[in-house]
T-cell receptor, first 111, second 112 residues
Framework: AAGVIQSPRHLIKEKRETATLKCYPI?????VYWYQQGPGQDPQFLIS???????DKGSIPDRFSAQQFSDYHSELNMSSLELGDSALYFC??????????FGPGTRLTVL | GENVEQHPSTLSVQEGDSAVIKCTYS??????FPWYKQELGKGPQLIID?????GEKKDQRIAVTLNKTAKHFSLHITETQPEDSAVYFC???????????FGTGTRLQVFP
């Protein structure tokens, strides 16, 4: 069965640089979620989109922005990167209000 | 907002024994409670979930129970196997927002 695809899988950036993470949801899933997971921590909700509109917002810094495109893929844009942004970033997709299926994640390292 | 507590943080069992992980939630409006298994370097994998109109759900060796009055739900794994070793997260969400609030995780080790 098709799963959530995330790219890149690994990303290394310097402080103050920008990064773009991409998420391709499971076919026919119209909702995308972004979560951030620090080392040894639980995933923290950042933002979600339903039918290309932002549906909910969590603890996402103002330096981050995201959008969902017409083909339902989503991108998380991160600017002015800080050391504390180093984490695993997961995208999950679901049918509306259905089970969330997570992708393999992008490991971001900020040096 | 919702707060989910999870215990224990680590759990070691012998192969074949049962394992129980417990979570409590604070928001009485929460109505969906999934459990995820996360192996090292991988994304969380949904293993079972339960909605607030059901008290118990079972899928082979895995079961989840929900006590809405106590705002408490538990994961039960029977006949554990070494491949069950992973970090398990409980989560909760409400009907009007589908974001998941996770517990802090339980590292389960199953020894052969």
């Amino acid at each position: 069965a098709a799963g959530v695809i995330q790219s890149p899988r690994h990303l290394i950036k310097e402080k103050r640089e920008t990064a773009t993470l991409k998420c391709y949801p499971i076919p026919r899933h119209d909702t995308v979620y972004w979560y951030q997971q620090g080392p040894g921590q639980d995933p923290q909700f950042l933002i979600s989109f339903y039918e290309k509109m932002q549906s909910d917002k969590g603890s996402i810094p103002d330096r981050f922005s995201a959008q969902q495109f017409s083909d339902y893929h989503s991108e998380l844009n991160m600017s002015s990167l800080e050391l504390g942004d180093s984490a695993l970033y997961f995208c999950a997709s679901s049918p509306r209000l259905g089970e969330q299926f997570f992708g393999p994640g992008t490991r971001l390292t900020v040096l | 907002g919702e707060n989910v507590e999870q215990h224990p943080s680590t759990l070691s069992v012998q192969e074949g024994d049962s394992a129980v992980i417990k979570c409590t939630y604070s928001d009485s409006a929460s109505n969906y409670f999934p459990w995820y298994k996360q192996e090292l370097g991988k994304g969380p994998q949904l293993i079972i979930d339960i909605r607030s109109n059901v008290g118990e759900k079972k899928d082979q060796r895995i079961a989840v129970t929900l006590n809405k009055t106590a705002k408490h739900f538990s994961l039960h794994i029977t006949e554990t196997q070494p491949e069950d070793s992973a970090v398990y997260f409980c989560a909760a969400s409400t009907h009007n927002t589908d974001k998941l609030i996770f517990g802090t995780g339980t590292r389960l080790q199953v020894f052969p």
